[in-house]
């Protein structure tokens, strides 16, 4: 989001002075979690909350929420007080640790949420499809959420935070506990909302995350706020330039280098090979991976943003699905299973039947074989039977 889109934007968020107080059982403070903070946010906007532990993040968030109350100062979101509750409607919130009903599978949890928020029940199960399939638990959607590793809850987490559509989104440490994978996938939707006009308010300590996905952030320390700004100008470095060429013959990077020294001192230059950062690694390994072979009973890879989040009415469009029919490979024709070889019977069987039939009484021709009509009858042939198994009567 540039400077310009940003001061004609609409101020999504407005704190002014906000200070937070916690008090012991007699009244006396005992932590001023946040102290005289100001800032606004803006739609379209990803704003970042930075700091160490216990520096004020999670406080601010609970105040945006209107679940705490603030000592001093002053907090509109979308115009209203946070404890407005049409506002309330317009925000999803994933909280640093997920609180999950754990007898729940994946499906009842955001048909429970979708419920809260009055969705119809074609919505809730249109969205809550397009959401597992989202954060890459469509295949694990009957396994009670308690079953959930960490980071499989946190994406069910991160689902429940937009069954709503919600306008902002604040995520408190969305990437504890995902794998690189999981958090590539997170930074991505993140991009996603922000491009279709959602504003999210990301809190984290990783650093990282912040840095790929943030327009601005603000830095805190002992609940103040200890610097503010876009990105790009606070991580410039104005004294020094960088350049990036393919590799040069050694003549060539020679005369350079002659050139550069002329204007600058030696030990201020340096030459070295760029490489790329591990988790782009990571990803290309895993995706190789991938793409050889084999499937997980744990968290699969995302698939594309959920239709209804980027705004289509009826899922990604025609022609997206057509092509995936015309290019997708034809499943190889299924060989008809063998007739199975008829059971040759076993030496037990076959005896059994030559002495039942010994023990039947001839019968005429044309005639089917008697059977015996009183018990006397049936008792004589049990004892010839036993007899001839070689049975004491």
């Keep these: 989001m540039t400077d310009a889109e940003r001061s004609n934007g609409e101020v999504v968020i407005s704190v002014r002075g906000l200070t937070k107080i ?12 946040v102290d005289r903070v100001d800032f606004d946010v803006h739609r379209g906007e990803v704003f970042g909350l930075l700091g160490p532990n216990g520096s004020g993040k999670s406080t601010t968030v609970k105040l945006l929420l209107g679940l705490l109350y603030p000592t001093k100062g002053h907090i509109e979101v979308f115009g209203h007080s946070p404890r ?15 609180y999950l009903y754990r007898y729940l599978n994946s ?7 979708g419920n809260l928020f009055e969705l119809s029940k074609s919505d809730r199960v249109k969205r809550s499809e397009q959401l597992l399939e989202m954060v890459g638990l469509s295949q694990n959607q009957l396994r009670a959420v308690g079953e959930y590793s960490k980071g499989m809850q946190r994406r069910i987490g991160l689902a429940q935070a937009l069954i709503n559509d919600p306008d902002l989104i604040i995520l408190d440490e969305p990437t504890s506990g995902l794998d690189p994978i ?5 930074k991505d939707l993140i991009l996603a909302l922000a491009r279709r006009g959602k504003t999210v308010i990301l809190s984290s300590h990783l650093l990282s995350d912040v840095e790929d996905v943030c327009d601005r952030v603000v830095i805190y ?11 790009k100008d606070l991580l410039a470095k104005p004294d020094s330039i960088q350049i990036t060429t393919p590799a040069l013959p050694r003549p060539t990077m020679e005369r350079v280098l002659e050139m550069i020294r002329q204007d600058v001192a030696q030990d201020r230059v340096r030459v070295e090979t760029p490489t790329q950062n591990l988790e782009s690694y990571f990803l290309e390994v895993v995706e190789k991976a991938r793409q050889a072979a084999t499937e997980t009973s744990g968290a699969m890879s995302g698939a594309h943003v959920a239709a209804y989040l980027r705004g289509e009415a009826e899922g990604r469009p025609a022609a997206d699905r057509v092509l995936e029919r015309l290019t997708a490979p034809r499943p190889a024709p299924i060989a008809p299973e063998p007739a199975p070889a008829p059971r040759k019977p076993s030496v037990d069987a076959e005896r059994l039947e030559a002495l039942t039939k010994a023990s039947a009484p001839a019968a005429e021709p044309g005639q089917e074989a008697p059977a015996p009509e009183s018990p006397a009858e049936l008792a004589k042939a049990n004892e010839k ?9």
């Design 22 to 33: 916690f008090k012991d059982f007699w009244g006396r403070p005992k932590a001023r979690a």
């Design 84 to 98: 407005h509750v049409p506002t309330k409607e317009r925000i999803g919130y994933l909280p640093e640790e997920s």
């Design 107 to 113: 499906k009842e949890t955001l048909n429970f949420f």
């Design 182 to 186: 999981g958090c590539r996938e997170i």
């Design 221 to 231: 320390y002992g609940g103040r706020i200890q610097a503010m700004g876009a990105l």
């Design 385 to 393: 039977l036993a007899s001839l198994l070689g049975k004491p009567k």
